[in-house]
T-cell receptor, first 117, second 110 residues
Framework: AQKITQTQPGMFVQEKEAVTLDCTYD???????LFWYKQPSSGEMIFLIY??????QNATEGRYSLNFQKARKSANLVISASQLGDSAMYFC??????????????FGKGITLSVRP | DTAVSQTPKYLVTQMGNDKSIKCEQN?????MYWYKQDSKKFLKIMFS???????INETVPNRFSPKSPDKAHLNLHINSLELGDSAVYFC?????????FGPGTRLTVT
């Protein structure tokens, strides 16, 4: 079974600063994928970034990067140069890769990020 | 050009009614899903279909019945709605490295 843990309470960051949102996971799968999603107050789920367990480099997408530490089973999201529009709930998720697109995502409970002007 | 669309966005109905939510994706993905987000924002898988075949059914009451007429559509029909069914329902479609969600349907049962 897969498990995602997001334990940070609500996070606050000053505009233009960087922030790290923590995610740890547990799985017995050899190959897996890690995802981060953003859910603003409007409610939609926005895909941010993906990291495969066998990817040699940490994933980056614009201001988002994933600090993947496989031995520690952590997949932290780093947002650089925070903007007011980054205020949202952030979800970490994972799934088995061997069954490919058929496998479900298992989500963490989410972290609320507030960006202060 | 919307990737995953759902209708309706809001659904308010009374206990005991039957309702449907429709989902369509234009990404060419073979796999589609329904997720439920409860009042505490926790997201959980309900069903997944691959090319019209049911792949995952996560102990969902049989009042919930998904239907996939083709691989671009996955609808959710709910019979005899209960107060506890109030939630946000998300449709999603997936490739190996990406999973895109629809805008969600906020269902309120009164």
């Amino acid at each position: 079974a897969q498990k995602i843990t997001q334990t940070q309470p609500g996070m606050f960051v000053q505009e233009k600063e960087a922030v790290t949102l923590d995610c740890t996971y547990d799985t017995s799968d050899q190959s897996y994928g890690l995802f981060w999603y953003k859910q603003p107050s409007s409610g939609e789920m926005i895909f941010l970034i993906y990291q495969g367990s066998y990817d040699e480099q940490n994933a980056t997408e614009g201001r988002y990067s994933l600090n993947f530490q496989k031995a520690r089973k952590s997949a932290n999201l780093v947002i650089s140069a925070s903007q007011l529009g980054d205020s949202a709930m952030y979800f970490c998720a994972m799934r088995d890769v061997l069954t490919g697109a058929n496998s479900k995502l298992t989500f963490g409970k989410g972290i609320t990020l507030s960006v202060r002007p | 050009d919307t990737a995953v669309s759902q209708t309706p966005k809001y659904l308010v109905t009374q206990m005991g009614n039957d309702k449907s939510i429709k989902c369509e994706q234009n990404l060419g993905h073979d796999t589609m899903y329904w997720y439920k987000q409860d009042s505490k924002k926790f997201l959980k898988i309900m069903f997944s279909y691959n090319n019209k075949e049911l792949i995952i059914n996560e102990t969902v009451p049989n009042r919930f019945s998904p239907k996939s007429p083709d691989k671009a559509h996955l609808n959710l029909h709910i019979n005899s709605l209960e107060l506890g069914d109030s939630a946000v329902y998300f449709c999603a479609s997936s490739s190996r490295t990406q999973q895109y969600f629809g805008p969600g349907t906020r269902l309120t049962v009164t």
